[in-house]
């Protein structure tokens, strides 16, 4: 009973710290609609100023992976350097970014972005 109510309270805190980024935010981290309109969505959660520099950094990070979807190279490199720069400790982040320097033949970067 016990192990029951943990991982309810964990589910549900889990889901009110999804709840808090906002109707954009969550459409810019899924996978519904277009690669536009997911973009659109995360425009509009950044410039939202609601989001904490964590989810600001990860909101980057999504709307760069679709940037990175299109093919559109720079705007996602942008995108990466700005989830950086919010969170230094962004991993994910770093990967991403490496693998579209490593997509434009820009091999030292992505190396040392993958280090």
């Known amino acids: 009973m016990l192990r029951a109510i943990v991982l309810t309270c964990g589910l549900f805190f889990s889901a009110l710290g999804f709840a808090q980024w906002g109707p954009d935010a969550q459409r810019c981290a899924g996978n519904e609609g277009t690669a536009d309109e ?15 520099p964590k989810d600001l950094a990860s909101t980057f990070n999504n709307r760069a992976v679709e940037w990175d979807a299109k093919r559109d190279f720079d705007r996602a490199l942008s995108d990466y350097t700005e989830a950086i720069r919010h969170n230094p400790q962004y991993s994910d982040a770093f990967s991403n970014r490496a693998d579209t320097y490593n997509n434009k033949g820009e091999h030292a970067k992505a190396i040392a972005d993958a280090n």
């Open 38 to 52: 997911r973009i659109a969505a995360c425009t509009r959660a950044i410039t939202s100023g609601t989001l904490s």
